[in-house]
T-cell receptor, first 115, second 113 residues
């Protein structure tokens, strides 16, 4: 089944404790992206990757890191989480350079709470 | 940054009614996408539109890409309880093939049985 998977789905952590949220897709998509979703603010892009070893900042990158060592994986790293990073996070992926390149497919989400 | 104005913010309807929601912008878009998000889940792609004026259906859902390329609407006919959720529009700007999408803030749909 074609899908984007994220782990963990739920995470409660404390300020300053480094964490990683994993994202994996099995559709051979070149483009991958991380979003956060907050009430009243909608979906905001954190980082994106056009292909392996190519990453760039989205609209709200502060406090986050990403890496793209393999095509299928795009982990989101919070080196020192703070309470304002409490949010619902989504990973998404799509093809590039094709007619349907803009059809992004989303993972199920990771609900993060930082206390 | 770029914004999409999505309306209405919320709708409360009776089962069997038709629903209409739309997104507008001051910018020109190459692509319009409509997503549905169920509580606790990720957005699921419903319909993708690629040409100005295009009208596309997916079951009871119909979406159109506005002629001006600055707007799109989504209609749901004969609503049922499982239509409950948040519907998002997303647009890809007319800027040299970037995959970046701009999202509306969503329309929350409640269907009363």
């Amino acid at each position: 089944e074609a899908q984007v998977t994220q782990n963990p789905r739920y995470l409660i952590t404390v300020t300053g404790k480094k964490l990683t949220v994993t994202c994996s897709q099995n559709m051979n998509h070149e483009y991958m992206s991380w979003y956060r979703q907050d009430p009243g603010l909608g979906l905001r892009q954190i980082y994106y990757s056009m292909n392996v070893e190519v990453t760039d900042k989205g609209d709200v990158p502060e406090g986050y890191k990403v890496s793209r060592k393999e095509k299928r994986n795009f982990p989101l790293i919070l080196e020192s989480p703070s309470p304002n990073q409490t949010s619902l996070y989504f990973c998404a992926s799509s093809f590039r350079g094709q007619v349907y390149s803009y059809e992004q497919y989303f993972g199920p989400g990771t609900r993060l709470t930082v206390t | 940054g770029q914004q999409l104005n999505q309306s209405p913010q919320s709708m409360f309807i009776q089962e069997g009614e038709d629903v209409s929601m739309n997104c507008t912008s001051s910018s020109i878009f190459n692509t319009w996408l409509w997503y549905k998000q169920d509580p606790g889940e990720g957005p699921v792609l419903l319909i993708a539109l690629y040409k100005a004026g295009e009208l596309t259906s997916n079951g009871r859902l119909t979406a159109q890409f506005g002629i001006t390329r600055k707007d799109s609407f989504l209609n749901i006919s004969a609503s049922i309880p499982s239509d409950v959720g948040i519907y998002f529009c997303a647009g890809q700007l007319d800027k040299g093939g970037s995959e970046k999408l701009v999202f509306g803030k969503g329309t929350k749909l409640t269907v009363n049985p």
